[in-house]
């Protein structure tokens, strides 16, 4: 074992060892060989080299160093395409603090019965109001940031459960198809995060009607790992066990307080007052939207030519125009 692996329980060695085929003994030059693609990518400004940092790519795609690097390049490129978005990227950031005290995204402390952590969203406490969509994608990115430091997280992954009680005919309109592929942009095309599963539970028509739109933007890989449960909390227990879910869930667990993520990143500043209008950040969004056309690429207890080339973030073929993207996906005419 390298000092690379010492945050690793003898289980997680080993899982890593089966699973992801990592070898301690050629771990430095898997490092390497990775690295050593970086200058096949001059258009691309990689801040950050490090092994530690290398290794969570690797990880991420299986010690398969062509992979790696094509994720380790788009990471670095999505950031580069929507610099508006990556600016002020800290939990203090008034639109992320708002989304984060809303519990975008929770945490549970509880761990699956695979060392997987799980992210839970409750889609209806979305204030459209006080912060805007990329507030809770930016505030879900940032989470992930602090957490895949934990090396566990990185060989053992996440699950992710979107429980959309309550989410509002109004509220999914407000969605466009530009929002929605940045976020699979930068969660399933640009981080090195292993997500073991995806749950939808309560979902309405109309939420299927938006998965329908973003079905072809989602890897095959991505869609099996995608469950629909609807009201059926019976089908999430036997994946996720009941005794380390909230109630909102249909869980053991006490309601899950909202603020618990929130108060681990923030710190003294959780109940500090901050002035923020998402009206201010419109500009911001409507620019993010433009770039990705153009580059084809309740407070504390509210319930719940080279190796890899240049433009690897695309869109299919069949591509909308930028006045179709910015339009809603369902329509209150």
Known sequence: MTHLQA????ETLEKAKVELKENPETLHQDIQEVRDMIITRPDIGFLRTDDAF????????????FEAFRLLAQYFEYRQQ???????????????KQALKDGFPGVLSNLDRYGRKILVLFAANWDQSRYTFVDILRAILLSLESMIEDPELQVNGFILIIDWSNFTFKQASKLTPSMLRLAIEGLQDSYPARFGGIHFVNQPWYIHALYTVIRPFLKDKTRKRIFMHGNNLNSLHLLIHPEILPSELGGMMPPYDMGTWARALLDHAYDEETDYCPESYTLSVQDLERDLDKNLSPKTMKRSQSVVEPGVLKRPDKV??????????LSLD
């Open 7 to 10: 945050g690793l329980s003898p």
């Open 54 to 65: 290398i290794l969570r790519f690797l990880r991420a795609r299986k010690f398969n160093h």
């Open 82 to 96: 929507n610099l508006d978005m990556f600016k002020n990227l800290k939990a203090t950031d008034p639109g992320i």
């Open 320 to 329: 909308k125009s930028e006045e179709d993207n910015m339009q809603p996906l």
